[in-house]
């Protein structure tokens, strides 16, 4: 897409979330945010072979499984924070609410 200065940016003029895959000095794919479809906000690992590659991928597949398992472990913590943190803000409200209740019945 675009570029200012070196940064690539999507069609939204945001910068993109594009990531390179390395082993070593090989590329092995890209991850990238799904942007369109029922899946949007998710990421997607676009994995490549390397034509003449040593037998790399069975290590490489396994670490990448566990990378995307602790991505997807922190989403869910993310959520969770975001929910708890909802969650606060009702209570901090209630608090207020209350307080202002109690303190015009004091006037009475």
Known sequence: MGSDMGVET???????????????????????????????????????????????????AGRLDKLDKQLTALEGEMRTLDMQELRLSAVEKQTSDAAVSMRSLEGH
């Not at 070593?24 to 998710?42: C, D, F, N, W």
Request: charged share 25%; glycine share 14%.
């Open 10 to 60: 999507g069609i939204d003029g945001k910068p993109d979330e594009d990531y390179q895959g390395l082993e070593g000095e090989i590329s092995i794919g890209r991850v990238y945010p799904i942007l369109q479809t029922l899946k949007a906000g998710k990421r997607f690992w676009a994995i490549q072979y390397p034509k003449g590659a040593k037998a790399w991928l069975p290590e490489a």
